[in-house]
């Protein structure tokens, strides 16, 4: 399990999204001014305010997902962490967590990995602490194995 393409992965993820959310908004900006153009009366006053909310949802979308990248581009992956701390990968009894920021799932190499905030509850409960520290969380106990 390589630390360095799990965080690789992440990156990318992130960076699609971002690219997604700037695609989303540039497309509605465009549909504005286009709109305005050729409209006038209550129905493109209503289809303009319509288009400003969802501009702003997606800003506020494209806000969050660039401070999941910032708390990335933090991550040196080549530290090994003798305890739990930004960035380090961990291998429980059952679980690979990868302590960045909230994000979905990947799979590497046969291995599903979670990425977790440290804010989590599980993220909180194993922070600072090593190998062979157990944390119960909603009735299960993750054991830390190993740490990358």
């Not at 390589?2 to 993820?13: D, E, G, H, M, N």
């Not at 380090?88 to 799979?107: D, H």
């Not at 590497?108 to 969380?137: C, H, R, W």
Request: hydrophobic share 40%.
């Amino acid at each position: 399990m390589v630390k360095q393409q799990i965080l690789q992965s992440y990156k990318q993820l992130v960076q699609d999204r971002i690219d997604v959310f700037q695609d989303m908004i540039s497309g509605l900006t465009d549909d504005a001014q286009n709109d305005a153009k050729g409209s006038a009366g209550d129905k493109h006053e209503t289809a303009l305010s319509m288009m400003h909310l969802e501009q702003e949802k997606l800003n506020h979308k494209l806000q969050e997902v660039l401070a999941q990248k910032a708390v990335l581009d933090k991550i040196d992956a080549s530290v090994v962490h003798q305890k739990v701390a930004l960035g380090s990968l961990v291998q429980t009894n059952g679980l690979w967590l990868f302590v960045s920021t909230a994000l979905p799932k990947i799979t590497l190499n046969d291995k599903t990995v979670f990425a977790i905030s440290p804010q989590s509850p599980l993220g909180t409960a194993l922070m600072g602490n090593g190998i062979g520290y157990t944390a119960e969380i909603n009735g299960k106990e993750y054991t830390i194995v190993q740490l990358y």
